[in-house]
C-alpha cells in the first residue's frame, strides 16, 4: 500500500471536517481526516521502513497528513546532527500550526548546546512556522534548568502581525509566567511586549492551572 492508500484506509470524514475548520489557512481538499494515533502508528511504521528516506526526500508533500507524518518521522532520528537537517530541510514546507506544533524531536533534549544556535536562526527567519517553531523550541527546552535570563528576549523581539506567529510568542510567556515568573514578570510590569501579545499571554496565564492564584491576581492588575 501506499502512504496514500494507507492514509484513506483510516480516515474519519466527521474529523476531516473538524480539521478543515481548526486549520482554515491551507486548502480543504488537502485534509484527507486522519486522528493523529493514526499517523503516529503509520510514521513509526515508517520510520522503521526501507521508504524512510525516499518519503523524507519527497518534498513537498501533497497533502496536511503526510506533513505531520514527516514531521513525527523526524522527531524520531536519534542523531542529532542528522534530526536538525531533516528539519532544517522540512520547515520551509510547513503551511499551518499544527504541522508546526505536534512535533517534538527527542534528540534535542541532550543536545542543548547544539540545538541553541538553530533556534535563534529559526525564530530570526521571516517565514512565519519557522519563526513559530524555533520559539516553541526556545519555550520546550529552554524554561527548565538550562533557561538564562537573555532568552525570553529572543521571543520578546519577534515581531509581525501574523496572528499564528503572535499567538506562539504570547504562549511562550504564559509559560514563562508558570516556570519563570520572577524572570519574565518584568516584561509585563514594564509593557515591553507587543499589547496584543500583552494582553493574550496574561489571559493564557491566568487561565493556567500551572500559575498560582497569587500570581494570577497580580497579572490582572497589569492587563
Known amino acids: 500500500m501506499t502512504l496514500y492508500d494507507?492514509?484513506?484506509?483510516?480516515?474519519?470524514?466527521?474529523?476531516r471536517d473538524f480539521q478543515v475548520k481548526l486549520v482554515p489557512n491551507i486548502p480543504p481538499e488537502t485534509v484527507i481526516g486522519v486522528r493523529t494515533p493514526?499517523?503516529?502508528?503509520?510514521?513509526?511504521?515508517?520510520?522503521?521502513?526501507?521508504?524512510?528516506?525516499?518519503?523524507?526526500?519527497?518534498?513537498?508533500?501533497?497533502?496536511y497528513e503526510e506533513n505531520l507524518i514527516h514531521f513525527f518521522v523526524i522527531a524520531m532520528i536519534r542523531d542529532f546532527d542528522a534530526c536538525v537537517r531533516a528539519v532544517e530541510d522540512f520547515l520551509p514546507y510547513v503551511d499551518c500550526w499544527p504541522v508546526s506544533?505536534?512535533?517534538t524531536p527527542a534528540a534535542f533534549r541532550k543536545n542543548h548546546e547544539k540545538l541553541l544556535p538553530y533556534i535563534k536562526k529559526w525564530i530570526s527567519s521571516?517565514?512565519?512556522y519557522t519563526a513559530r517553531f524555533g520559539i516553541r523550541m526556545?519555550?520546550?527546552e529552554f524554561l527548565g534548568d538550562d533557561f538564562k535570563p537573555e532568552y525570553p528576549a529572543l521571543a520578546a523581539g519577534k515581531k509581525g502581525d501574523d496572528y499564528y506567529l503572535k499567538m506562539m510568542v504570547a504562549w511562550y510567556f504564559a509559560t514563562a509566567l508558570a516556570k519563570r515568573y520572577?524572570?519574565?514578570?518584568?516584561y509585563f510590569e514594564e509593557r515591553r511586549l507587543d499589547e496584543w501579545v500583552h494582553r493574550k499571554a496574561i489571559q493564557k496565564a491566568v487561565e493556567s492551572f500551572r500559575v498560582t492564584e497569587e500570581h494570577?491576581?497580580?497579572l490582572r492588575s497589569l492587563r
Open 6 to 15: 494507507r492514509l484513506i484506509a483510516v480516515k474519519d470524514d466527521a474529523y
Open 38 to 63: 493514526e499517523m503516529r502508528r503509520i510514521a513509526k511504521e515508517l520510520f522503521q521502513g526501507a521508504e524512510r528516506d525516499a518519503f523524507l526526500g519527497s518534498l513537498p508533500h501533497r497533502y
Open 101 to 103: 506544533d505536534q512535533a
Open 126 to 128: 521571516d517565514h512565519v
Open 216 to 218: 494570577k491576581e497580580y
Open 138 to 140: 526556545l519555550m520546550n
Open 182 to 186: 520572577d524572570e519574565v514578570i518584568p
